[in-house]
C-alpha cells in the first residue's frame, strides 16, 4: 500500500515541477521521502525506548515481533524461520539486501555453493564471481548473560531498511545479509525478564539462577563441531550446507578489562588446519573494523590477546575451518542494562598479557580512558564494527566469491596429493553405534562420506564391506584433519615464562573422545564405494558394546519387560532374566542441579536425556532435607568447587566484585533473591554422607570429588593435585580394570578428556568411623599418556586411578578424575556413568 502511495507521490513532484515555482518542488520532494522512507517503524517508537537505553531490554518475543513488522514493512528484508530452539521458540534469520537481490535469492545461493564447494571450473567461477554479492553472517545474544549484544539487531535492520546513504546503498546492492537477531532465544528471553524484574531493587545485578539454555548454558558456545543442541544444528544447516557465508561475524560481550572492544587478530596460536588465507582474511576485517572506530571517536579497541586460534567448536572458529572468515568481538558492558561509572584511578595498569592499559601500543592503540559506561555506548561499538564488516564486503563483493572458490580447489587438490589420502573407519569396531554417531556428524558439518560395498586394501591393510571412506580431496579438508588427527599444542612461553594456555581446549580430537577408530591412509587405493546419504542416529540393539544398548534396556523396563545383568556383564532379557546375577529396574537418578549457572550438570542430563535415562532435578533444598535414599539409588554431583556447591550465592552478600570507585552502591544491589540462595550446606553434605552409608550411589566428577574425599571423608588422595601437573582439554590415554561390571562393555585400553584432571591413590584415615574399602575402576597409562593435546607434569598422574569406587557403609562413592560426559562428546566414556546408574538400582540375586 506505501508503495503505490510512494508512486503517487512521485508523479505529483513531476505535477508540480512543471507548474510551480523550486521551493515548492523541494517541499513536495521532501513529503515523497518521506513516504518512501518515513513509513518504517524505527526500533523506538516499536518498543518505547531506543535498543541500548539505561535500564531497559527487549525481549526475544519483543525483538522478534518487530522484525516481523520490519518485514511487512520493507522489500529489503525476507524473514525465515531456521527451526526451533530448545524450548520451542522460533529461531528467526533476516536476509537483508536490495529488492533485486531478495528476488533472486536462491540463484545467488545456488551459485554461492557451487564457489564454496569448488563445483564450477574457473570460466564458470570468474563468471559467477563478477556478478556475485557477498554473503555475510551476523548474529548476537548466543550467550544470554551479555545482554548488550542482542540490543544491536533492531538498529541494524533498522538502518539497513531504512537508510539512503552511498554506503547503505552499496552494502544492499552488493552483500547479502543473513543476520540471526539472537542465537538463543530461550536464553534472551529468561535473562531479560529476569532483569526486568529485578531491576530498581537490591537483586538489580543479580545472577540469573542456573542455566539459561537447556543442557548447555554458556556451552553453546562450544557445540560447533558436535552438534548437540538443537540451536546449533539449526545454523549448522545454513551455514554448512546451504549458504556457506564467506563472513561469519559473532557479536559477544566482555573483552580484556578495562579494554572496550576485542577485535581480531587474535592471539598465538594459530591451528595449522586453518587455512592461512582464512587468517589473512580475518585479520583484514579486524583492520577494518579498528580503523571505522578510530574515525568515529571510538576507543579502546584491543586485539592479540585471550582469543587464539587454536580451538575448533565455536561459533567463530568452527566456520575457519570450513574456508570462512569467522570472527568475533567482544565489547564491553556492565552488567545488562544498567550503566557504570569507572574511576580512571581504579582502572589496571596491564592487561593479562602484560601490555599497558594506560598508554598506546601495536594492538591498543587509543587506551579507554575510564568514565561511564553504558549499553548504548556498547550498542554503538557493535553498530560500527557491522557496518565496517559490510562495507569491507560491498567493496569488493568478487574478491570474496573468487578467494572461497580458491580455497576449496586448494583444500581438494592437498587431499589428491595424499598424506592423508583418505580416513578409513572400518566396519568393525567396538561400538559400530558410536562410529555411526561420529559419521553423522562429519556429515551434519559438510563433510561427504562414502561407504564401501565391498572389501578393500589401503596402505597394504585390509578393511571390510561397509567401511566409511573420507576423501582428503575435498573442500573442508583442514576441518576433517582437525577433527581425526591427534593435535599437537605449541609450547609458547612468554619471556621465558610458563607455557601459553589454550583459550578453550589443547586437544579435543574427537574420533578418540568418541572411542572410534579411525584409520589414516596415506596413499591412494582403490575400493567399490559411494557417497553415504544423510544417515540418522543409531537404532537400539542389545550388542553390549555398544552405547546404544542402554536404550535397548530403557525401552524393555518401561514396558514392563524383564531385564537383566549377567555376572560378566552381559545384558540379559525375557525369561532368562530371571536368572541372571542382577536383576534391572529403572533406576532413580538424582542430577544435583544448583542455582549457579552448571554446565557440567546440564551436559549430565544431556546424557541420560539421549539415553533415556529418567532422572530428577535435586535443588539445594532437596538435599538438605535428607532421607535422599527413599527417592534416589544414585545422586550424580557434575563438576564445580567445593565452595560452589556448600554455598552457591550466600544470602545477603553482594555477587558483584570491586569495580572502580561506585562499586560499592552497585554491590548492594547485586544480591541474589533469598529463593535461589545458599548451598547445600553442611546439612546436605551429612545427607549425602547418609544417603551412602545406607545404599546409594554418589557420582562426582571433576572438581566436585574433593567435596566426599575431604568431608565424608574418604580414604582416598588426589595426586594431580601435587607438583606442576596441567591437562587444560586433553585426551589421554586409560586402562579399563578388568572383573568390575562398572566398565563392562568397555575395551580394556581407551581414551578419556580430562580439563584440569585428577587422579586417585589411597590413603590412610585415623579414626573413620565408616568402613570404606577402595578399588580401581580405571586408570590412566603408564606410559605414552597423551593421546592428543598438551599437559604438563604427567608424572603425578600415570598408573594413578582416573576412576575410583569407594564403598562405603553399604553404598559407594565414584570419584571420576576424567569428564565421562564431557559436553555431550566423550562416546568413549559414557559407558562408566550409564553402567554405574543401572547398577545402582539392580537387585543382587
Not at 557451487?114 to 563445483?119: D, I, N, T, V
Not at 542402554?550 to 555376572?567: C, H, N, R, T, W
Not at 565452595?643 to 553482594?654: E, F, M, Q, T
Request: glycine share 8%; aromatic share 10%; hydrophobic share 40%.
Amino acid at each position: 500500500m506505501w508503495k503505490d502511495e510512494a508512486r503517487a507521490a512521485v508523479i505529483l513532484v513531476l505535477s508540480y515541477m512543471l507548474r510551480r515555482s523550486l521551493f515548492r518542488v523541494l517541499l513536495v520532494c521532501a513529503f515523497a521521502v518521506n513516504l518512501l522512507y518515513g513509513q518504517f517503524t524505527s526500533p523506538e517508537a516499536f518498543f518505547g525506548f531506543k535498543p541500548g537505553a539505561d535500564y531497559k531490554l527487549a525481549t526475544y518475543d519483543e525483538i522478534l515481533a518487530y522484525f516481523q513488522k520490519l518485514d511487512a514493512e520493507s522489500d529489503r528484508i525476507h524473514l525465515t524461520e531456521i527451526g526451533k530452539s530448545s524450548e520451542g521458540r522460533p529461531v528467526a534469520l533476516a536476509y537483508i539486501s536490495s529488492p533485486a537481490n531478495l528476488a533472486n535469492l536462491e540463484a545467488i545461493r545456488t551459485n554461492q555453493k557451487r564457489m564454496a564447494l569448488g563445483e564450477a571450473d574457473e570460466a564458470e567461477a570468474r563468471a559467477i564471481a563478477a556478478n556475485a554479492p557477498a554473503v555475510v553472517w551476523i548474529d548476537t545474544a548466543m550467550h544470554s548473560t551479555e545482554t548488550m549484544p542482542g540490543q544491536v539487531t533492531p538498529l541494524l535492520a533498522y538502518e539497513l531498511a531504512s537508510g539512503n546513504s552511498r554506503e547503505i546503498t552499496r552494502i544492499l546492492d552488493h552483500v547479502v545479509l543473513l543476520l540471526v537477531p539472537t542465537m538463543n532465544p530461550d536464553g534472551m528471553q529468561h535473562v531479560n525478564e529476569w532483569y526486568r524484574k529485578n531491576v530498581g531493587t537490591e537483586f538489580e545485578l543479580a545472577p540469573f539462577p542456573g542455566l539459561y539454555q537447556r543442557y548447555a548454558g554458556h556451552d553453546n558456545n562450544r557445540d560447533w563441531y558436535m552438534l548437540n543442541l538443537e540451536e546449533t544444528r539449526n545454523a549448522a544447516k545454513v551455514l554448512f550446507e546451504e549458504w556457506f557465508p564467506h563472513i561469519v561475524y559473532n557479536q559477544h560481550q566482555s573483552p580484556p578489562f578495562p579494554a572496550r572492544i576485542f577485535i581480531p587478530p587474535y592471539a598465538e596460536p594459530m591451528n595449522p588446519n586453518i587455512p592461512p588465507a582464512v587468517m589473512e582474511g580475518i585479520n583484514r576485517i579486524g583492520l577494518a573494523m579498528r580503523e571505522r572506530l578510530a574515525a568515529e571517536g571510538r576507543t579502546g579497541a584491543i586485539s592479540y590477546v585471550g582469543f587464539d586460534g587454536w580451538w575448533n567448536g565455536g561459533l567463530r572458529s568452527t566456520p575457519a575451518f570450513h574456508n570462512m572468515h569467522g570472527i568475533l568481538t567482544e565489547s564491553a558492558g556492565f552488567l545488562y542494562a544498567t550503566p557504570f561509572d569507572y574511576d580512571p584511578a581504579q582502572l589496571p595498569k596491564t592487561f593479562p598479557n602484560g601490555a599497558p592499559t594506560e598508554k598506546p601500543s601495536i594492538f591498543y592503540t587509543a587506551p579507554w580512558k575510564g568514565g561511564r559506561w553504558s549499553n548504548a555506548d556498547g550498542v554503538a561499538y557493535n553498530l560500527s564494527t557491522s557496518l565496517a564488516v559490510l562495507s569491507l564486503a560491498a567493496s569488493t563483493p568478487e574478491h570474496w566469491s573468487l578467494k572461497a572458490w580458491r580455497m576449496a580447489k586448494d583444500q581438494v587438490a592437498e587431499g589428491e596429493k595424499g598424506s592423508p589420502y583418505a580416513y578409513v573407519i572400518p566396519a568393525s569396531q567396538w561400538d559400530p553405534s558410536s562410529a555411526r554417531e561420529l559419521v553423522r556428524r562429519l556429515q551434519l558439518n559438510g563433510i561427504a562420506v562414502e561407504q564401501a560395498s565391498d572389501a578393500f586394501t589401503a596402505d597394504g591393510k585390509p578393511f571390510p564391506a561397509g567401511s566409511y571412506i573420507v576423501r582428503a580431496a575435498q573442500p573442508f579438508r583442514g576441518y576433517l584433519m582437525d577433527l581425526l588427527e591427534p593435535h599437537k599444542y605449541p609450547e609458547i612461553r612468554l619471556n621465558g615464562g610458563p607455557v601459553k594456555e589454550p583459550y578453550d581446549s589443547s586437544g579435543y580430537t574427537l574420533s578418540m573422545q568418541m572411542g572410534v577408530d579411525v584409520a589414516r591412509v596415506n596413499d591412494r587405493f582403490q575400493s567399490r564405494s559411494a557417497v553415504l546419504p544423510r544417515i540418522d542416529a543409531p537404532e537400539p540393539t542389545w550388542d553390549r558394546k555398544q552405547n546404544v544398548s542402554f536404550l535397548a534396556i530403557s525401552d524393555a523396563l518401561k514396558q514392563g519387560e524383564p531385564v537383566g545383568m549377567a555376572a560378566d556383564g552381559g545384558w540379559v532379557r525375557d525369561s532368562a532374566a530371571g536368572s541372571a546375577a542382577y536383576r534391572l529396574r529403572a533406576p532413580r537418578v538424582g542430577v544435583y542441579e544448583p542455582y549457579r549457572s552448571d554446565m557440567d550438570g546440564g551436559w549430565t542430563q544431556w546424557l541420560l536425556d539421549y539415553y533415556r535415562v529418567p532422572y530428577q532435578p535435586a535443588r539445594n533444598e532437596a538435599l538438605r532435607a535428607g532421607n535422599l535414599r527413599e527417592r534416589f539409588d544414585a545422586i550424580i554431583i557434575a563438576s564445580q568447587t567445593v565452595n560452589a556447591i556448600l554455598h552457591g550465592y550466600p544470602a545477603g552478600l553482594p555477587t558483584l566484585s570491586s569495580r572502580g570507585a561506585s562499586s560499592e552502591a552497585m554491590a548492594a544491589k547485586s544480591l541474589q533473591r533469598p529463593e535461589y540462595s545458599g548451598g547445600i550446606g553442611l546439612e546436605g553434605v551429612l545427607a549425602l554422607r547418609a544417603f551412602v552409608e545406607q545404599g546409594g550411589t554418589l557420582l562426582a566428577f571433576g572438581e566436585a570429588t574433593n567435596l566426599p574425599i575431604d568431608l565424608f571423608p574418604l580414604p582416598v588422595a588426589n595426586t594431580a593435585s601435587r607438583g606442576s601437573f596441567k591437562a587444560p582439554g586433553a585426551v589421554l590415554r586409560i586402562r579399563v580394570a578388568g572383573g568390575n561390571l562398572l566398565g563392562a562393555g568397555m575395551p580394556v585400553e581407551t581414551n578419556a578428556f580430562v580439563d584440569g584432571g585428577y587422579a586417585f591413590e589411597s590413603r590412610n584415615l585415623k579414626g573413620a568411623r565408616t568402613p570404606a574399602e577402595v578399588r580401581t575402576i580405571a586408570s590412566y597409562a603408564e606410559k605414552d599418556l597423551l593421546a592428543s593435546g598438551w599437559m604438563s607434569g604427567e608424572g603425578a598422574i600415570k598408573g594413578k586411578d582416573a576412576v575410583t569406587e569407594v564403598t562405603f557403609g553399604k553404598g559407594r562413592v565414584l570419584l571420576f578424575g576424567i569428564r565421562p560426559q564431557f559436553r555431550g562428546q566423550t562416546f568413549a566414556t559414557f559407558k562408566l556413568v550409564l553402567n554405574a546408574l543401572y547398577l545402582a538400582a539392580a537387585e543382587k540375586r
